[in-house]
T-cell receptor, first 116, second 109 residues
Framework: EAAVTQSPRSKVAVTGGKVTLSCHQT?????MYWYRQDTGHGLRLIHYSYVADSTEKGDIPDGYKASRPSQENFSLILELASLSQTAVYFCASSGRLGGANQDTQYFGPGTRLLVL | GDKVKQSPSALSLQEGTNSALRCNFSIAATTVQWFLQNPRGSLINLFY???GTKENGRLKSTFNSKESYSTLHIRDAQLEDSGTYFCAAATSSGQKLVFGQGTILKVYL
């Protein structure tokens, strides 16, 4: 069974502080993703990576940085947390999408971030 | 506009009845995935589809790439089917998924 873990599972941060969310996968997947979900809404892509030491901007990258130090690990960094970044953050991993190789995207359990 | 549009946005079903959810794509989708987000917030993989149909228990999903849509049929709905259903499409670039806004399903007795 594919496995994606996230830490912490929940966090309270202060406005202007630095927040780091961590993700670890044991699926041997090349691709990793960070999404945010706001209450009652769908998933929006923040950053993704298809190889270690390289990251790509997603649809809403402003205010976030990402780091992929190894194939297994992918971090999301909020250098100056703001109230508007209160949300649930999901990490996911997959093989290359769009083909017939059954490269399903697997999600972690999510991190609830509250910025006060 | 929305690249992946789901309908309906919300749905209530009596236990034991059937229904269908739909996704329409305005991008050149090559594969589609369906997920269920359960009331606890976990995202569960339901289907990975290339053009064609798959079935798993009471769920059946079809992806028609030529007409740019996908459907998820739920047969004999059960209380545990409640949650939010998301479809997501990948294109030939293969790098990311584009998600719909979700369909909130409530199954009642």
């Amino acid at each position: 069974e594919a496995a994606v873990t996230q830490s912490p599972r929940s966090k309270v941060a202060v406005t202007g502080g630095k927040v780091t969310l961590s993700c670890h996968q044991t699926n041997n997947h090349d691709y990793m993703y960070w999404y945010r979900q706001d209450t009652g809404h769908g998933l929006r892509l923040i950053h993704y990576s298809y190889v270690a030491d390289s990251t790509e901007k997603g649809d809403i990258p402003d205010g976030y940085k990402a780091s992929r130090p190894s194939q297994e690990n992918f971090s999301l960094i909020l250098e100056l947390a703001s109230l508007s970044q209160t949300a649930v953050y999901f990490c996911a991993s997959s093989g290359r999408l769009g083909g017939a190789n059954q490269d399903t995207q697997y999600f972690g359990p999510g991190t609830r971030l509250l910025v006060l | 506009g929305d690249k992946v549009k789901q309908s309906p946005s919300a749905l209530s079903l009596q236990e034991g009845t059937n229904s269908a959810l739909r996704c329409n794509f305005s991008i050149a989708a090559t594969t589609v995935q369906w997920f269920l987000q359960n009331p606890r917030g976990s995202l569960i993989n339901l289907f990975y589809l290339v053009p064609g149909t798959k079935e798993n228990g009471r769920l059946k999903s079809t992806f028609n790439s030529k007409e740019s849509y996908s459907t998820l049929h739920i047969r004999d709905a059960q209380l545990e089917d409640s949650g939010t259903y998301f479809c997501a499409a990948a294109t030939s670039s293969g790098q990311k998924l584009v998600f719909g806004q979700g369909t909130i399903l409530k199954v009642y007795l």
